[in-house]
């Protein structure tokens, strides 16, 4: 029941997000001071029009937060398919050639002496920040996980008979690797990045809170957050209904995950 309620509440976000421009009631960034830091429809302050309220600047918060979930999900589902390329590359080529295993092994280690948030702000302090510079961030510092994990699974089956039988009759390597051996190991890279989005999800949140993330002229969650973080007191609105959807989507994301990871892994499976 949990995840098929998780799921339901993720394709709705998923929809929003596709849907944006025909759900928002009103141009997410237009301004009008007239109607500043109005409240939420149902309460007494508030102004016609306007369902979740407005923020320092008069916006509609509705429309801005419909908006924000394209951001969120449009940087977390593209960081998670890079990282999860450059991942499962180097974990294939590190367990199959062992002369890579020390090197991809050894800059692996050095990433995870790091946090990942912190790598990831300082880069995006040097090289700025935006969509695309953001998603590059998220993929290049993602990668580990993936690489650690594949990395051990290929060299738990390189030795195995059907790998042997490829090589005996001829098969090289690209195709060992690709035909023979990516499609048995698919389940870890699929299980970690279902958990992976939320984290990138959270992440691209972390970093437009503090203003190194996506442009101010378009809006995120993570800005939505920073920019009500002063009228918390008075305008309790504009930070709780973006920070309530960022935690029902990475909940979902992450109750689903649950349930793939079981779901793939047989000593978990139930029959």
């Not at 394209?70 to 590190?94: E, H, Q, Y």
């Not at 946090?115 to 935006?130: E, F, K, N, Q, S």
């Not at 993929?139 to 990395?151: D, K, L, Q």
């Amino acid at each position: 029941m949990v995840t098929q309620i998780a799921g339901l509440l993720l394709a709705l976000f998923l929809l929003v997000a596709i849907f944006a421009p025909l759900l928002a009631p009103h141009d997410p960034n237009a301004q009008d001071l007239m109607v500043r830091l109005k409240a939420p429809i149902w309460l007494a302050n508030h102004a016609d029009g306007y369902w979740l309220g407005t923020d320092n600047l008069g916006r509609d918060v509705l429309s801005r937060l419909i908006y924000g979930s394209r951001v969120s999900i449009l940087v977390g589902l593209c960081a998670v398919v890079l990282s999860g390329l450059i991942g499962t590359m180097i974990g294939l080529l590190s367990g199959y050639y062992r002369f890579l295993d020390q090197i991809a092994m050894r800059f692996a280690d050095i990433q995870l002496a790091f946090p990942t948030i912190l790598l990831a702000l300082v880069i995006v302090a040097v090289i700025g920040g935006g969509m695309k510079n953001l998603i590059l961030v998220l993929g290049i510092t993602g990668w580990v996980p993936y690489a650690r994990v594949i990395r051990s699974e290929v060299l738990s089956i390189r030795n195995s008979d059907f790998v042997v039988a490829a090589q005996t009759i001829g098969a090289n390597d690209s195709r060992i690797l690709f035909r023979h051996i990516l499609p048995n190991i698919y389940a870890p890279i699929i299980t970690i990045g279902t958990f992976q989005i939320a984290s990138a999800i959270i992440s691209e949140s972390s970093l437009s809170f503090l203003g190194l993330g996506i442009p101010a002229n378009i809006p995120s969650w993570g800005s939505m957050l920073s920019q009500g973080q002063l009228y918390i007191n008075t305008a309790w609105w504009i930070t709780v209904f973006p920070g309530f959807s960022l935690m029902l989507v990475v909940l979902a994301i992450n109750l689903l995950g649950d349930t793939v990871r079981d779901y793939l892994d047989p000593k978990t499976r139930k029959e």
